[in-house]
């Protein structure tokens, strides 16, 4: 294992669960597992190998690490706070600034959104799924929603009456056209 991951799971949790301490809010189950993979796809995206050892499974919620969610039920063990290396702090910060200021029913939307849990999810059963596959598909998506965005951001233009909303020309067809 590369020695700028984590050596388990638990870590980031216990550093997200500790960050939202610090801020003043709590975590729930469901919004520590989309950070988690979340983080997970973003480290594979950024560096080519895993940021911890994990596994996930596609489920009707999105993926979730088995062995937190077990934890969890239970609440998270007291574990000693996370000492990274500065590059990982600053990786999960960064997580953290771009995710967690969202609620969880705009995390699950986003997480539902994505082509890599359309592809991965079956209604009659949860399955593992790879992760770097899922960086790969995760990668694509974010692509094609970054220019849906920009291509259904309407643009408004200044006309001799005022604003106009800019529409996309759409010619009539030749059997339309009336003799």
Not at 94 to 121: P, V
Not at 131 to 137: K, N, R, V
Request: net charge positive.
């Amino acid at each position: 294992m590369d020695n700028k991951t984590i050596t388990s799971t638990l870590d980031i949790v216990n550093w997200f669960c500790r960050k939202a301490a610090a801020v003043g809010t709590t975590l729930d189950e469901n919004k520590i597992q989309h950070l988690l993979f979340l983080a997970q796809i973003h480290y594979a995206l950024k560096s080519g190998h895993f940021l911890m050892p994990s596994l996930f499974v596609c489920s009707r919620s999105g993926f979730y690490e088995p062995t937190v969610r077990v934890l969890m039920r239970f609440g998270l063990p007291l574990l000693p706070e996370p000492c990274f290396k500065t590059e990982i702090n600053t990786f999960l910060e960064l997580i953290w600034q771009k995710y967690a200021g969202q609620s969880e029913t705009e995390l699950n939307r986003f997480i539902l959104s994505l082509d890599c849990w359309k592809q991965s999810y079956r209604p009659e059963a949860e399955i593992i799924v790879d992760p770097m596959c899922l960086a790969a598909s995760f990668a694509d998506s974010i692509k094609q929603t970054g220019s849906r965005q920009t291509s259904d951001t309407p643009k408004i233009r200044l006309s001799q009456n005022g604003p106009v909303k800019v529409s996309t020309w759409h010619p009539r067809k030749l059997s339309d056209a009336k003799p």
